[in-house]
């Protein structure tokens, strides 16, 4: 609809000052010419109104008179008491008549000239019609039909002549209702279709209006998510960093430890690849970044997992904590170095070990306790009681970054290691 | 391409530095060229009482310590005149650049020799000759 040329004209209106002041006037004047024709359509409207009662009433006394006339010649044909009577009865209804007309028209104003006028007539009427009836039937036929032919003939030609004034008058009424309303279409038709105009230009700010608030708001919320995530690149390249940082350290490390340089390779190329799989977990698409729908027991089944040679020797239990992003790399560390040593020395160096892992957290899901415990491998009182090597360093290193300690345990069934962690301070 | 790991004998360095592992690693480096080390602190508040005592003669900064900005410790050590060295995985970071000019900034992961390096060009050395080129 909008593509209508009428609309897309409404619509380039701008709505300021000058518009608003021209339209206003425009409006203006076309209301007080169509003001002006109303009153006076009104005024002329009224006028036929009376002429045509006026008229109404003539043809009522001519009415009477056309009676009166006909009850003469009834009684010249017939003077006896019927006739007499009926003219009384005639006579009666015609004062009724007239009272009527005259109560009705005392209650609003003075009696107008034209009603005096057919009250002159009327009454007139009654006095001949009185006349007639006094006559005595001595007095010739003749004699009396023509003075009262005169009389009544004199009345309606007054009464005629009356008509025809007002029958002219309501014909120059008639003819200015007609130019009334002729003068006044043509300002009505303006003045609608500026009415209109005003209102489609209004309906078309109203709707644009919400347009545009619809897509400030677009905007503004896309701007949001662009900073969100002009922020979660920046935090995640800060993370990169620092982590390439970490695995630099780990390769300078675990060679200071080691003489060959073929072991050095392969125990850094091990610490690096359980660091992979542990960020795994922590960098998977995440919006907040912050608590990943991750959990510490699935950290440590991706790190731990590709040195145990079947799904039996590996039992996660406990509680389901959530792995916040700073505990993935100490606790991918601490996990790696215990599998090895698992692999090399503990429960998974033989056939039939298995290791179990006891995960704990706090009312708020956060991590405060790991047990390692390896059971059916070989007696750990008998075999090496620690790694001496960087390894153990690194856990102890890792552990302290996230407010952790470590305490290990020889047993004959296998090396037991309790991890406490303290609660986050917020 | 590899850097001669300066001598850095006698003196004593603070490091500041909130990812243990590599603090660690920044420590062991800073004793091999003979120096002592002042710390690490892995704590804001930790680095900024040391650095109220001030016994060392420079320090290693890194600059978002657990969340925290290591700011006021620089400005405490700039009041002090002693020589410090960023290091951080933001290097292009504004406030660095316009409010330390002077301050050598070394990007990580560095090679720690650089670091000492940077290090050791921003110790006052009064009787060693101005430059080697």
């Given at each position: 609809m909008t593509r209508l040329p009428v609309f897309t004209f409404v619509r380039s209106i701008s709505l300021d000052l000058s518009f608003l002041l021209v339209w206003a006037a425009l409006a203006a004047i076309l209301?007080?010419?169509?003001?002006q024709n109303f009153i006076a359509l009104r005024a002329h409207m009224e006028a036929d109104r009376a002429a045509t009662a006026q008229l109404q009433d003539i043809y009522e006394t001519v009415n009477i008179a056309q009676q009166a006339r006909i009850a003469r010649l009834h009684w010249?044909?017939?003077?006896?008491?019927?006739?007499?009577?009926?003219?009384?009865?005639?006579?009666?209804?015609?004062?009724?008549?007239?009272?009527?007309?005259?109560?009705?028209?005392?209650?609003?104003?003075?009696?107008?000239?034209?009603?005096?006028?057919?009250?002159?007539?009327?009454?007139?009427?009654?006095?001949?019609?009185?006349?007639?009836?006094?006559?005595?039937?001595?007095?010739?036929?003749?004699?009396?039909?023509?003075h009262l032919r005169l009389a009544t003939d004199q009345i309606l030609a007054n009464l005629e002549a009356e008509r025809d004034r007002i029958a002219h008058e309501k014909d120059v009424s008639r003819a200015d209702i007609k130019a009334d309303w002729a003068a006044m279409i043509p300002s009505l038709l303006l003045l609608s279709s500026l009415v209109g105009i005003m209102a489609l230009r209004l309906f078309f700010k109203f709707r644009d209006d919400r347009t545009q608030a619809i897509r400030a708001e677009?905007?503004?919320?896309?701007?949001?998510?662009?900073d969100r995530a002009d922020i979660l690149a920046n935090e995640l390249n800060h993370r990169v960093k620092n982590l390439f940082a970490v695995v630099s350290s780990i390769v300078t490390m675990t060679a200071r430890g080691e003489d060959s340089p073929m072991l050095a390779a392969q125990k850094a190329r091990a610490r690096i690849n359980a660091l992979a799989r542990a960020h795994d977990l922590s960098t998977k698409p995440d919006k907040t970044m912050s608590h990943s729908q991750q959990g510490v027991a699935e950290l440590w089944t991706k790190v731990v997992e590709p040195y145990c040679s079947n799904e039996g020797r590996l039992n996660l239990r406990g509680d389901v904590v959530s792995l916040i992003p700073s505990l993935t790399t100490p606790l991918g560390l601490v996990a790696n170095e215990l599998a090895t040593n698992a692999l090399k020395y503990g429960a998974?160096?033989?056939?039939?070990?298995?290791?179990?892992?006891?995960?704990?957290g706090d009312d708020q899901g956060a991590i405060r306790k790991i047990v390692w415990t390896e059971t059916g491998g070989p007696d750990a009182r008998v075999g090496s009681q620690a790694d001496p090597g960087f390894g153990t360093t690194m856990m102890e290193l890792s552990l302290q970054q996230i407010g952790g300690q470590m305490s290990r345990v020889w047993n004959s069934s296998g090396l037991q290691v309790t991890i406490d962690i303290e609660p986050l301070k917020s | 391409m590899s850097v001669k790991t300066p001598n850095l004998a006698g003196q004593r360095i603070l490091i500041v530095e909130d990812e243990v592992l590599l603090a660690h690693d920044v420590c062991a480096s800073v004793a091999e060229a003979g120096a002592t080390v002042t710390g690490p602190f892995h704590k804001l508040e930790d680095a900024y009482d040391a650095a109220t005592d001030?016994?060392?003669?420079?320090?290693?900064?890194?600059v978002d310590i657990a969340g925290k900005l290591v700011f006021p410790v620089a400005d405490l050590l700039e009041a002090k005149g002693i020589p410090f060295v960023f290091h951080t995985a933001r290097p292009e970071s504004q406030t660095l650049r316009t409010r330390y000019t002077e301050t050598p900034i070394c990007g990580k992961p560095a090679a720690l020799d650089w670091l000492l390096r940077l290090l050791s060009e921003a110790l006052p050395r009064p009787t060693v000759a101005p430059s080697k080129d």
């Open positions: 209301l007080i010419h169509v003001g010249l044909l017939d003077p006896g008491q019927q006739t007499r009577e009926d003219l009384q009865e005639k006579q009666d209804h015609y004062r009724a008549k007239l009272d009527a007309r005259r109560a009705a028209s005392s209650n609003a104003a003075p009696p107008s000239e034209f009603m005096q006028n057919v009250e002159r007539l009327s009454r007139e009427v009654m006095a001949l019609v009185e006349q007639i009836s006094q006559i005595p039937e001595t007095v010739h036929m003749s004699l009396r039909s023509g677009y905007l503004e919320e896309l701007a949001r998510e662009r998974w160096s033989g056939l039939g070990g298995a290791v179990t892992i006891d995960i704990r | 001030a016994r060392f003669e420079a320090a290693i900064l890194d």
